[in-house]
């Protein structure tokens, strides 16, 4: 039975919540008020329980396990997909033993979906019973009798392949795809009920063994498979074989799925201001570039992906004055070239509908000249579906605009 516990990321728990590796790995940092915050979003399995850890919004709508399976996705389609900074590679990228350890069990379970567990082929020689007739064996071992001037064999030796999946291999195979099953299957949806494998052999013993069956291998999936349980066997050995995918850098996905979702157009960004210094008379420009920009005929829409937690409806967990000024900037800077520019801020938020109004922010006393940026939240789990199945929200983006225009 696979076990489960929840965290959100910028939640605070208490100290008796929180397992101790999760404090010295940083994922909860210590509060004022002695409670522990969490900082990371993703996946993390230890001592047999799948941790995981929500993005900033989320709230239990008792779907958590199909939500935990959707963030897995989502963090690792990103991984893949974009250039990640030094700092995610750190945390989510190829070179990370994590990410390896994710790799070689997901080939693992998808392999044995194409091909069942392994099997050993023999071949059997006998005397005229089914199979093959290899004829080389029968002239050469058996002696023919002559029958009207021809060469007549009574006795034929002949061959079959038999298929011997009660090896000590297949069984190494099958204790290895347990424990990944066990621990990492969920995550692939795929889940079976395989029995305790019971074998009398060392890990240094059944490393060995597949050593020297790789070594007398010559089928390519054998190969790969075999080479695949060494790894995974030294781990387990080393007591390395975990599974985790968490970062405490969920805010550049959450600006990258809203980018995919709502259709950013790059080409927009030549035309974005951008701020300079002027160092011993040389320029040098810095880049000042909004998240998401739309253009539909004269109207541009400016999206800024705010990933905020927006349940404590305290104004200080807003975006704050750098964010504000920022927004406003870009709307007076191109008020002469669009007749319609809309600025937005966006949030995650778990919700039964697809988006909720916020409120507004402007500037006192400038509203007229710098206008306003409204402020929604987007459903969480909407958002990330529609990410890892390269769906856009079209029809969603519309909405949010004639609801600002009304």
Same mark, same amino acid.
């Given at each position: ?143 023919? /009798?002559?029958?009207?001037?021809? !060469? %007549?064999? $009574? ?5 079959? *392949?038999?298929?011997?999946? &009660?090896? +000590? ?53 054998? /190969?790969?498979?075999?080479?695949? !349980? %060494?790894? $995974? ?5 080393? *007591?390395?074989?975990?599974? &985790?995918? +968490? ?53 541009? /829409? ?19 004055? &750098? ?84």
């Amino acid at each position: 039975m696979t076990k489960f516990a929840y965290f959100i990321e910028g939640a605070n728990y208490s100290f008796d919540k929180v397992p101790k590796v999760f404090i010295e790995k940083q994922y909860f940092v210590k509060t004022k008020s002695n409670e522990y915050k969490c900082k990371v979003t993703g996946v993390s399995n230890y001592e047999n329980i799948n941790y995981i850890f929500f993005p900033k919004g989320y709230k239990n709508f008792n779907r958590t396990e199909n939500d935990a399976i959707n963030l897995f996705k989502s963090i690792n389609k990103y991984r893949k997909e974009i250039t990640l900074t030094d700092e995610e590679s750190d945390w989510i990228g190829e070179n990370s033993s994590d990410i390896e350890n994710i790799n070689l069990c997901s080939w693992l379970i998808s392999d044995f979906q194409r091909n069942g567990i392994y099997t050993e082929n023999r071949e059997r020689k006998s005397i005229n019973n089914n199979g093959k007739i290899d004829w080389a064996k029968t002239i050469k071992k058996q002696l023919p /009798i002559i029958q009207d001037d021809k !060469l %007549i064999y $009574l006795n034929l030796i002949t061959k079959k *392949n038999i298929i011997n999946n &009660e090896n +000590v291999v297949s069984t190494i195979h099958l204790k290895v795809l347990k424990y990944c099953i066990d621990n990492f299957g969920w995550l692939q949806q795929f889940e079976m009920n395989i029995e305790e494998v019971k074998i009398n052999i060392k890990f240094s013993e059944m490393i060995k063994i597949l050593e020297m069956t790789l070594h007398n291998t010559f089928k390519d999936r054998e /190969i790969r498979l075999l080479k695949t !349980l %060494i790894i $995974l066997l030294k781990k387990k050995s080393n *007591n390395d074989l975990k599974f &985790e995918m +968490v970062t405490p850098y969920f805010y550049n996905i959450w600006e990258e799925m809203l980018k995919q979702m709502f259709n950013h157009n790059y080409k927009l960004q030549r035309k974005m201001p951008k701020p300079y210094w002027l160092i011993n008379e040389i320029k040098h420009s810095t880049d000042q570039i909004p998240d998401i920009l739309i253009e539909k005929e004269n109207e541009l /829409i400016i999206i800024d992906a705010k990933y905020y937690s927006t349940y404590t409806g305290s104004v200080n967990k807003y975006p704050g004055w &750098e964010s504000i000024v920022k927004q406003l900037y870009y709307n007076l800077s191109l008020k002469d070239e669009y007749d319609i520019i809309k600025n937005i801020f966006c949030m995650p938020e778990s919700m039964l509908e697809d988006f909720k109004y916020i409120g507004k922010t402007s500037v006192e006393g400038q509203e007229k000249q710098f206008g306003y940026v409204d402020a929604f939240s987007l459903d969480l789990n909407l958002v990330i579906s529609s990410y890892i199945n390269n769906k856009k929200q079209n029809d969603l983006l519309n909405n949010i605009v004639k609801y600002i225009s009304t």
